[in-house]
């Protein structure tokens, strides 16, 4: 697509139910990045898939949360046994991978979650 | 300690008034630099690459001092459109793939 598509925008949930966000990258870059951002932070690094695989996900802040990018297009970020510390924007950028548009992030206009 | 570090603000200053501002970063490794820029309940959007000898685009210019571990960002004759959070990303040279960013720094331009 011609931009990073993020879908839910907004999914309010109850504490201890599971959650999936869908990220679109741009068409053609291999680079997917996961962030979280709480209010008056800056963003944080989740997890970074090269292709199909994770390639780094030391930012996942423990085993509740999973992603996956089966076919090296979509990723979908998974949140089991949501709880209030959750709630957070979480955003997905892409990048071309490799080449002079590695270092260009582009994100989308993220996944706001509320966990009540 | 944080990789990046940024003043949140707010920086409240009037319209066509000159601001700068400044990010530290705590690894000498680090390759690139870049300031983003987050409208409220935006997403971040690349303002611009900082390169080692200085750049300019416009009113923007951006400033590295790999001794002193800092990056600075001036804008000049501030307009109200330029009301934003601007993030300081870092780039380390031994993870290619990593960005590390800043909490932003708030800047309000007031007519």
């Known amino acids: 697509g011609a931009g990073v598509s993020q879908t839910p925008s907004n999914k309010v949930t109850e504490k201890g139910k599971y959650v999936e966000l869908r990220c679109d990258p741009i068409?053609?870059?291999?680079?997917l990045y996961w962030y979280r951002q709480s209010l008056g932070q800056g963003p944080e690094f989740l997890i970074y898939?090269?292709?199909?695989?994770?390639?780094?996900d030391s930012g996942l802040p423990n085993d509740r949360f999973f992603a996956v990018r089966p076919e090296g297009s979509v990723s979908t970020l998974k949140i089991q046994r949501t709880e209030r510390g959750d709630s957070a924007v979480y955003l997905c950028a892409s990048t071309m991978g490799a080449g002079a548009g590695a270092n260009v992030l582009t994100f989308g206009a993220g996944s706001r979650l509320t966990v009540l | 300690r944080k990789e990046v570090e940024q003043d949140p603000g707010p920086f409240n200053v009037p319209e066509g008034a000159t601001v700068a501002f400044n990010c530290t970063y705590s690894n000498s490794a680090s390759q690139s630099f870049f300031w983003y820029r987050q409208d409220c309940r935006k997403e971040p959007k690349l303002l611009m690459s900082v390169y080692s000898s200085g750049n300019e685009d416009g009113r923007f210019t951006a400033q590295l001092n790999r001794a002193s571990q800092y990056i600075s960002l001036l804008i000049r004759d501030s307009k109200l459109s330029d009301s934003a959070t601007y993030l300081c990303v870092v780039n380390p040279r031994y993870n290619f793939n990593k960005f590390y960013f800043g909490s932003g720094t708030k800047l309000n331009v007031k007519p």
């Open positions: 068409s053609g870059h291999t680079a």
């Open positions: 898939f090269q292709g199909t695989g994770a390639a780094d």
